[in-house]
């Protein structure tokens, strides 16, 4: 110790790992030790530990895909079957508007998400869309803010009476169609590929909404998506004072703050939501457990344990 108070190492006689790291400790407790006693609350004077948290806050839980509810107040002439996933039409004449549906559920304006049927026949007219909470109670088709519109021969994307695309190879029995809402874009998809994306921002909230034209028109395996966005997480920083008997103030139950876990406890390793370690017991623990050193006896003859 002598040797490494005087710093003389010598070739034969070499400091070991712990005697550096004990000599270290001391010069800097001496230095902490000027600083005023305030900041510290005890002569084991560790400095405070800058510590980085990701906090990522709760979002809104995703309802992912389901049957949306159409079979309510503002279904009209239509018939719905195989657990909500079928819509046919009841009426016997062709003609524009008159029968629909316009669900409860929603893809809320903050969510991404979409609704997706399959067209299952051909020779028939129908719209499928999504419309805003404002558009409740009608059945025609142009106050569907983004609609499909399945005709005899093809696809024609209608919004709001305008239409904004048309293409004859889209059109297929069979196939799977999709309206999506990414962030406030919306996209036109057959069988998970987008044909259209829409120029027309949306930003609020969208219902499924349906006019059938055609008598006996009908969709199958209709479904409805609501994703709630990803949260972006909330980088935090704060000090964690090691030399400190307090705890971090943990609530346990009832909302009481935590008591502190005795040292028989922190001996046996009995830590509960109730009664908890601080920071110092059990950074002096974790010193209590370190082996201890070799003499220069053991170094020499090869004996370490």
Do not use: C, W
């Not at 900041?39 to 560790?46: E, L, M, T």
């Not at 996933?85 to 979409?114: C, E, H, Q, V």
């Not at 406890?265 to 109730?274: M, Y």
């Amino acid at each position: 110790n002598a040797e490494v108070t005087a710093g003389t190492s010598q070739d034969f006689v070499l400091f070991s790992p712990f005697q550096i790291h004990e000599k270290a400790t001391a010069v800097s407790t001496a230095l902490i030790d000027a600083i005023p006693a305030t900041k510290y609350s005890d002569v084991v004077n560790r400095p405070n530990t800058l510590i980085s948290e990701t906090v990522v806050p709760a979002a809104t839980a995703a309802r992912g895909e389901f049957v949306p509810d159409n079979d309510n107040s503002n279904k009209i002439e239509v018939s719905i079957t195989d657990g909500g996933s079928t819509l046919t039409t009841t009426r016997f004449s062709n003609g524009l508007g008159g029968s629909g549906t316009f669900s409860t559920d929603i893809i809320p304006a903050a969510d991404d998400g979409y609704i997706s049927f399959k067209l299952p026949q051909s020779g028939k007219e129908y719209l499928v869309g999504l419309s805003n909470p404002g558009d409740v109670g009608s059945t025609s088709y142009d106050l569907i803010d983004y609609g499909i519109f399945v005709t005899v021969s093809k696809i024609i994307i209608y919004e709001n009476a305008i239409g904004r695309y048309e293409e004859t190879s889209t059109f297929n029995v069979g196939s799977t169609y999709k309206i999506q809402k990414t962030r406030t874009t919306i996209t036109y998809l057959k069988d998970d590929v987008v044909f259209y994306t829409s120029t027309v921002a949306s930003t609020l909230d969208l219902h499924m909404d349906t006019s059938f034209f055609t008598a006996g028109s009908r969709i199958t395996e209709v479904k409805m998506s609501s994703t709630a966005l990803v949260t972006i997480p909330e980088h935090l920083t704060y000090t964690l004072d090691y030399n400190s008997d307090l705890l971090l103030n943990k609530p346990a139950g009832g909302g009481s703050t935590t008591a502190q876990a005795t040292d028989s406890e922190v001996d046996a390793g009995t830590e509960t939501e109730a009664r908890l370690f601080t920071p110092k017991q059990i950074d002096t623990k974790a010193k209590s457990v370190l082996p201890t050193q070799a003499t220069q006896a053991e170094m020499t003859a090869g004996t370490e344990e």
